[in-house]
């Protein structure tokens, strides 16, 4: 029989633990099972798996010999070893085995006395630094990103706030200073309120240079004329620009768009397969920053948000009015967020091909200069077309602004308020009371700037530089009080709020801490308060990112002939928010994580409804709103039939049940396979009849060295071969070969498709918890889980086993747990 790397350590060791302190009766139920099921085939001489243990001591408190004593728990009690090819053990043997394991693994960790389980002192990452600066100067930052040169934050387990990895470099100093000056600059621009004014714009619309000719021959540049998606890979028409207001808004503020447009030819005779386009749907209009400074116009911008989106109704021109942010500098560009995948291309094909459609003199020719003339002028190419634009702002309705009022609160400066405006400043940004000479240090530098020759509110703006640049702001300290382990009312604040907000302390949470009044009581309450704030959702996003490595998703992006309507509906950061809005419904219903395995619903916009096939369920209007949607189809519903992870699981072009499967131990089950030996040289397994993925692996698997590990990865993902690399629906791969979703797991519970999966692994939910328990654990504190946190963990899972882990709660529990308050 052929055991894995866990089962021979069980061989090895069994023998060693009857001299461990627990009861006689457990430890020979132990002896004796591994005496039966181990001894014979594994041993120093033929170690099975490629490993060997003569040397391995499972008597030794170090935590190698820890961690390996809880896999073999964690195997056991998964049913994978011994494997079903293998004699196997009554129920009762396994348990009795299991137990007498659990006591020594407890009894090993209190003697081991790890000086691991510390939170180091960490700087922000990026994302909370931006957070951070966003709050502390009340500040819109869609447009603004002091940051941007900053290196990209170190992961550790994909998370991106694991103290000891966020490195800080002179590179890394140099780029805070630059980011301090900008924002500083940014917020105090303005100390006198803006004048509102009016700009109108009703002719000359001139476009990108290939569209210019064609637009003054079909109609003197009277329109702007939007015909691709913003993701086209060479958009023509993609974003509209107002050339005549190319140097943007004078101030920062919220300005007022009036647009009179229409929608023309959604019933345009040209096929959906050559338009690449959904021409059920009504055409969605967006308007979207640009910079002259940043780049042409017509082009994509590295800073380009979304910042509105308007139906626009066929027929007639209609007034749409939105209110939207602009900076200094930005100018709205508008675009066809649902539109074309690419017109460029089409010009050519449609003149030839519908040539039927055009007058007898708009007919033939050659060249995409006289196809575009044509079809621009006689065609019926899908498009927006916008007749007027009308920009009011900025509008102010309360000043100071909130901006200037968070430095200035009464708008002004008068240098006789310096000290107290500093002091109120550095407050707010070191997140606690200043410390005994920090005020006066800083007050020098105001005293040098004016030795200078700086005027006063220079001086005072160089100071406030000074504190974002200062170890406080950059640093989340976890500073304890003398002689204990516990960290500071202050420290315990901020490690609250970045947690569960992705940035500083509010200014409620902040008055707790100063009153020494965060108690376990108050954190609760805290905790609640802030859940219950759509600030949060700074947490979801970042812990979905981490725990299911969203981040990643973009960086294989699919192939844009196959997969069109992933760039034509922008279906990525749909992707995204189905999966957080569901972490945001189980927390705000206090529902199982256990739902993220077997619910039969999700949160949807009607762009994803398609991708799933249920777009009867959501309605056009309101379109890109998320709504639950119950599916009757079992391989939909919860995490493992979002697209996020599985698009996310697959390199764009096509899937694995490889990366799949490893995808699903790491993240579903938390028992990631080990990496290949270092000694097992590369494997190029004869694939010469292989007809599908199921046939080369499984002649992949007939090499030893791979067996062990493929033999608990690739059922797993086999289970999600029904979905391509972006989650929608299929029965056939691209060569047509058919596509068989059945598996069986190393325990010899075999399954027919997805459905039938999920109902395996919500017979696993325990590991399931511990894998989700374990990751937001992670997060929340910073660092890595210590295999000395396993018995805090522990403890709040077997409290909140009984009603099947209640999210809102699991989160509760965090918060209060002793590891949340310690270094």
């Not at 812990?543 to 196959?562: C, I, K, S, V, Y």
Request: proline letters at 6%; hydrophobic letters at 35%.
């Amino acid at each position: 029989m052929r055991l894995s790397t866990m089962a021979q350590a069980l061989c090895v060791g069994f023998a060693m633990l009857v001299g461990f302190s627990q009861p006689r009766g457990l430890a020979e139920d132990a002896v004796a099972f591994l005496g039966t099921y181990c001894v014979d085939c594994h041993n120093a001489d033929d170690a099975n798996g490629e490993r060997e243990f003569d040397a391995l001591d499972l008597s030794s408190t170090d935590h190698d010999t820890q961690i390996i004593l809880q896999e073999i728990i964690d195997q056991l009690t998964l049913g994978d070893m011994p494997p079903e090819d293998a004699e196997q053990p009554t129920r009762e043997d396994r348990q009795a085995a299991i137990d007498s394991l659990t006591a020594s693994l407890q009894q090993l960790r209190q003697q081991s006395s790890s000086t691991g389980g510390q939170t180091v002192l960490r700087r922000l990452t990026r994302r909370e630094y931006l957070a951070t600066v966003s709050d502390l100067f009340q500040m819109d930052m869609s447009m603004f990103d002091p940051s941007n040169r900053f290196p990209r934050d170190n992961t550790v387990e994909q998370l991106d706030n694991v103290g000891d990895a966020l490195v800080t470099s002179g590179y890394l100093l140099e780029q805070y200073l630059d980011a301090a000056d900008a924002i500083v600059e940014k917020a105090l621009a303005n100390r006198t309120q803006p004048e509102e004014r009016t700009w109108h714009f009703d002719d000359h619309f001139r476009q990108q240079p290939e569209l210019d000719g064609a637009h003054r021959a079909a109609f003197q540049f009277r329109y702007l004329c939007l015909y691709d998606s913003p993701l086209a890979d060479r958009p023509e028409g993609a974003y509209g620009p107002l050339e005549a207001f190319a140097e943007g808004v004078p101030s920062d503020g919220v300005y007022e768009v009036r647009v009179l447009a229409q929608a023309l030819h959604r019933d345009t005779p040209y096929s959906e397969a050559d338009l690449k386009i959904d021409l059920s749907e009504k055409f969605r209009l967006g308007i979207r920053p640009g910079n002259v400074k940043a780049g042409s116009l017509h082009t994509m911008q590295p800073i380009q948000p979304l910042l509105a989106e308007r139906t626009i109704e066929d027929g007639e021109p209609q007034w749409y009015t939105m209110e939207v942010p602009l900076d200094r500098g930005f100018t709205p560009r508008f675009t066809f967020e649902n539109g074309l995948r690419e017109v460029r291309p089409l010009h050519t094909r449609l003149h030839r091909k519908y040539a039927d459609t055009l007058p007898e003199h708009a007919r033939g020719g050659q060249g995409i200069v006289r196809a575009r003339n044509v079809m621009l002028r006689y065609g019926q190419v899908p498009q927006i077309r916008i007749h007027e634009v009308e920009i009011r702002g900025p509008i102010f309705r309360q000043w100071p602004s909130a901006t200037l009022a968070s430095v200035l609160p009464g708008g002004r400066f008068e240098p006789g308020d310096a000290r107290e405006l500093t002091e109120a400043f550095a407050r707010r940004a070191y997140r606690r009371s200043l410390k005994p000479g920090e005020l006066d240090r800083l007050m020098s530098v105001y005293q040098t700037r004016l030795q200078h020759g700086r005027d006063p509110f220079g001086a005072f703006k160089d100071t406030l530089k000074t504190v974002l640049c200062s170890p406080a702001f950059l640093y989340l300290h976890p500073d304890s009080a003398p002689e204990t382990d516990q960290i500071s009312q202050h420290a315990l604040a901020a490690r609250l709020s970045y947690f569960l907000t992705g940035s500083m302390p509010d200014a409620s949470l902040q008055e707790m801490a100063d009153a020494q009044g965060l108690d376990r009581e108050a954190l609760l309450e805290q905790t609640r308060r802030l859940l219950a704030d759509r600030k949060s959702d700074a947490m979801i996003a970042g812990f979905t990112d981490a725990w299911l490595n969203l981040r990643a998703l973009g960086e294989m992006p699919p192939d844009r002939d196959q997969f069109w309507r992933y760039y034509a509906s922008n279906l990525q950061p749909d992707m995204k928010r189905e999966t957080r809005t569901f972490l945001r419904h189980l927390i705000d219903e206090n529902a199982s994580v256990v739902r993220w395995l077997d619910a039969d619903y999700s949160f949807i916009n009607r762009d994803l409804a398609k991708l799933y096939g249920v777009v009867d369920q959501v309605p056009a209007e309101g379109a890109d709103a998320f709504r639950k949607v119950v599916f009757s189809d079992r391989r939909r519903g919860g995490l493992l039939g979002q697209a996020s992870v599985l698009t996310v699981s697959a390199n764009g072009i096509e899937t694995s049940p490889v990366v799949r499967g490893v995808w699903m131990l790491e993240n579903v089950l938390g028992t990631p396979p080990p990496p290949p030996p270092d000694d097992v040289p590369a494997i190029d397994p004869d694939v010469r009849g292989a007809t599908s993925v199921r046939d080369l692996l499984e002649k992949h698997r007939t090499s030893a060295a791979c067996n062990e590990c493929h033999r608990k990865i690739d059922p797993l993902g086999f289970a999600l071969e029904c979905f391509d690399p972006i989650g929608e629906l299929r029965t056939r791969y691209e060569n047509k070969a058919a596509i068989d979703t059945s598996g069986k797991l190393p325990s010899g519970q075999a399954f027919d498709g997805v459905a039938e999966l999920k109902t395996l692994l919500v017979q696993r939910r325990a590991f399931f918890a511990r894998a989700f328990t374990e990751k937001l654990f992670a997060y929340a504190l910073g660092r890595r889980i210590e295999l000395s946190d396993r018995a805090t963990i522990d403890a709040i899972l077997e409290q909140l086993a009984e009603n099947e882990y209640p999210t809102r709660e699991l989160i509760e529990h965090i918060v209060t747990s002793d590891l949340f308050s310690r270094r």
